[in-house]
């Protein structure tokens, strides 16, 4: 899974503490659920119910959670993750990084239930950076464009920096607005962006071009210095990948099967279908 750096997060709200005692002035326990000190109920002196069944703790309950594996442990998580979750009281931060180890280990077969450990990661830790990133990609996996911009901004916002602006592009993609993946890529953060990630955002805005039938536009977006066929791994291999498509879509077929070939010979990880897609290409 993608990771950002991340400040530390303050103390998480949820499940870090005991609900503070009333103070002077404020009833007491019994008169908090409806019983005065005679032993009678609150019903007689105010109006009918009055405080009847309430409790200290006045937080909704937290939503059932999925079931921890025993044999998944909190020091299965990334080092560098797990002192992000300093903050939070031990045994709420071992039940995280719990959770944060399901969701990745999920993500890839099964991004429903990592979304369901992401999410209750989020419930119990949501002022931690990387756990609102978490659950933002992790419903970007599971196709939930809205939730995964909500919590990637979020995330965003708490750690500062880029973020993850490809994946936040995409979503925009997700949701029918190719023309805010393409703004977004406009910003000062995209324009500092180096490496992979800048090859990763290019895709995405080639694939918003497509989006909106600007075929040449869409190849043009790819054609810069990264787009060298001697160089091999995921990102150029998706990089090499978009080209040959955007190559294909306007017409250039012979050039999108050269593409394709490269694409095949740099995808050492098995990311794309690009010999099928050449085949496919040759047969025709």
Known sequence: MAQAEADRGPRSGAGESDAPAASAGEPDNDERRGYNRAGGDDRRRGGEGARVGRTLDRRPPRPEEPDLPDDIQASDLDPTIRRDLLSL???????????????????????????????????????????????????????????????????RRMSGGSGLLAVMADCERGLGRPERAIELARSEEARALKGEEAIELRIVVAGARMDLGQVDQAVVTLQTADLDPARSGSAYARLFYAYADALVAAGRTDEGLTWFLNAAAADTEGDTDAEDRAAELTEN
């Open 89 to 155: 009281d031990k045994g709420n931060a071992e039940t995280v990084a719990r959770h944060l180890v399901m969701a990745a280990d999920l993500i890839a077969d099964d991004p429903e239930l990592a979304l369901a450990h992401a999410r209750a990661a989020r419930q119990r830790a949501g002022r931690i950076a990387v756990v609102r990133e978490t659950a933002g990609v992790t419903a970007y996996h599971a196709g939930e464009w809205a939730e995964a911009l909500s919590e990637l901004r979020t995330a």
